[in-house]
């Protein structure tokens, strides 16, 4: 068995390992749910951070700390997750700027500060947008439509890209994607939703299916290609070690913390499904 194959079947392995606690946590909803995702977000965060800061400053630690706690904020009132995550945000936006004022190095202040609050909106705020859709009507449902629009072009896309694909996506940011991994991710998100209707969820809707498909189909390549533009940025091969095969949580979910606000945005604003 070649190196290839055996990263594939760690990555299987390891998959389907962690795949039934998470799903099952995610259908338990409420406080099973947030706390699964107040630790993803946690854990996404500090990944980030190593990253860029190659270490977890006191600063970074609020960040951290704040992001695991974000999801909560879904859990009772979803409706009003927004504002509440923005009062959270502006309170560490002013917490990052007096920590580096006080504590410097001043000429790379704000180049700290920006990572701080990057690191914290790109850990957190998907996982948050997960947790407040599985508190309203329906919430699994759309929970589970996010995973299946991240989830089923990860996989089409891979195997597509490994069987025929010719043509380099983005080379200097990805060298083995291809456009035709691109376009058996599209097909395979649209056809997932069309599977989860059938077999699932008949609630969900042609409309439902074919928007989130594509849209999720688009979106989700770019938070993939936008975390490999980071880790590409800082020389860095993978996220973290948590999970074998996979690298760390931002390397499986980068995809997901993209398309999970597009799904809480949809269903909110477009299907206008409300609490």
């Known amino acids: 068995m070649n190196e290839k194959n055996k990263n594939l079947v760690l990555r299987a392995v390891s998959a389907l390992s962690l795949l039934p606690v998470v799903v099952f946590l995610l259908y338990m909803g409420g406080l099973y749910t947030t706390l ?3 630790v993803a977000s946690a854990i996404c965060v500090s990944e980030y951070y190593l990253i860029t ?17 974000l999801p909560f904020l879904a859990l009772r009132h979803p409706e009003r997750t927004g504002e509440g995550a923005f009062w959270v945000l502006a309170f560490f936006l002013i917490f990052a700027f007096t920590y580096h004022l006080i504590r410097g190095p001043l000429q790379d202040a704000p180049t700290r500060v920006a990572h701080l609050v990057t690191g914290f909106l790109y850990g957190s705020v ?16 759309w929970v589970i439509a996010a995973l299946v ?25 990805s060298p083995n994607k291809t456009w035709e991994g691109f376009a058996g991710g599209l097909v395979g998100s649209v056809v997932g939703m069309f599977i989860t209707r059938a077999g699932f969820f008949p609630l969900l809707t042609v409309t439902d299916c074919v928007f989130l498909g594509i849209c999720g189909g688009i979106l ?7 975390e ?7 020389g860095v091969k993978d996220s973290g070690r948590a999970m074998p095969g996979h690298g760390g949580i931002l390397d499986r979910i980068d ?11 949809y269903v909110t604003f477009l299907r206008g499904v409300l609490p």
Request: aromatic letters at 10%; hydrophobic letters at 55%; a positive charge.
């Open 53 to 69: 800061q190659k270490e977890l400053s006191p600063a970074a630690w609020v960040g951290i700390v704040l992001a695991g706690a």
């Open 149 to 173: 629009i991240t989830w089923a072009n990860d996989t089409v896309a891979y195997f597509a890209g490994r069987f025929l694909g010719r043509h380099k996506l983005y080379p200097a940011v």
């Open 126 to 141: 998907g996982l948050t947008a997960m947790c407040a859709l599985r508190q309203m009507p329906e919430g699994l449902m």
């Open 220 to 226: 989700g390549p770019i938070g993939d290609l936008c």
């Open 228 to 234: 490999s533009m980071l880790k590409r940025a800082y």
């Open 255 to 265: 995809a997901l913390v993209f398309n999970a606000p597009l799904v809480f945005v």
């Open 36 to 38: 699964l995702l107040g």
